[in-house]
T-cell receptor, first 114, second 115 residues
Framework: KQEVTQIPAALSVPEGENLVLNCSFT??????LQWFRQDPGKGLTSLLL?????REQTSGRLNASLDKSSGRSTLYIAASQPGDSATYLC?????????????FGGGTRVLVKP | EAQVTQNPRYLITVTGKKLTVTCSQN?????MSWYRQDPGLGLRQIYY???????DKGDVPEGYKVSRKEKRNFPLILESPSPNQTSLYFC??????????????FGPGTRLTVL
């Protein structure tokens, strides 16, 4: 059974500092890995999707890496801003045979202090 | 605008009173899924559907029913809600993994409280 773990569970940094969020998964047979952002009481916004054949994906200040063999992904957010305060979730997706299932980590709650 | 909509967004009900949470997507996606999110337990899949009239259980299906009579709609039915079903519910949809870049799109969530 796939298990996804995110460490740390919470993180507080001063504005301008780089953020490093970690995600680990137990089964490397994934289809892709996705990072989401969730604001309090709101839905999920997809930030980055890394295909299983890729090593990293970038969008603006965000960079996500994937090491499938070791079951790890890292989300880097450069030059953090107060608007980056949210909960960040990673999720790994299995193929059709596993019901296209997304398995989520518990999330990392980020606070960027002005 | 491509989107997944859920109704209602907020619902307070009492134990045993049947309710339905609707989910609709306008992207012609084959795959739809329901998740619940609880503190300390993260998001867990309740049911999913690969296409019309094809549904299957996720990790926590007990106490829930779904139907998929049309491609765009995937309602979640609680026949006899109980307080342990108080949660934040999300509906999601995606293409049926035609490409590895296919992402799941999430609705805004429905906050359900069962008294």
């Amino acid at each position: 059974k796939q298990e996804v773990t995110q460490i740390p569970a919470a993180l507080s940094v001063p504005e301008g500092e780089n953020l490093v969020l970690n995600c680990s998964f137990t089964d490397s047979a994934i289809y892709n890995l996705q990072w989401f952002r969730q604001d309090p009481g709101k839905g999920l916004t997809s930030l980055l999707l890394i295909q299983s054949s890729q090593r990293e994906q970038t969008s603006g200040r965000l960079n996500a890496s994937l090491d499938k063999s070791s079951g790890r992904s890292t989300l880097y957010i450069a030059a953090s801003q107060p608007g980056d305060s949210a909960t960040y979730l990673c999720a790994v997706r299995r193929g059709k045979a596993a019901g296209n299932k997304l398995t989520f980590g518990g999330g990392t709650r980020v606070l960027v202090k002005p | 605008e491509a989107q997944v909509t859920q109704n209602p967004r907020y619902l307070i009900t009492v134990t045993g009173k049947k309710l339905t949470v609707t989910c609709s997507q306008n992207m012609n996606h084959e795959y739809m899924s329901w998740y619940r999110q609880d503190p300390g337990l993260g998001l867990r899949q309740i049911y999913y559907s690969m296409n019309v009239e094809v549904t299957d259980k996720g990790d926590v299906p007990e106490g829930y029913k779904v139907s998929r009579k049309e491609k765009r709609n995937f309602p979640l039915i609680l026949e006899s809600p109980s307080p342990n079903q108080t949660s934040l519910y999300f509906c999601a949809s995606s293409p049926l993994l035609a490409h590895t870049t296919d992402t799941q799109y999430f609705g805004p969530g429905t906050r359900l409280t069962v008294l």
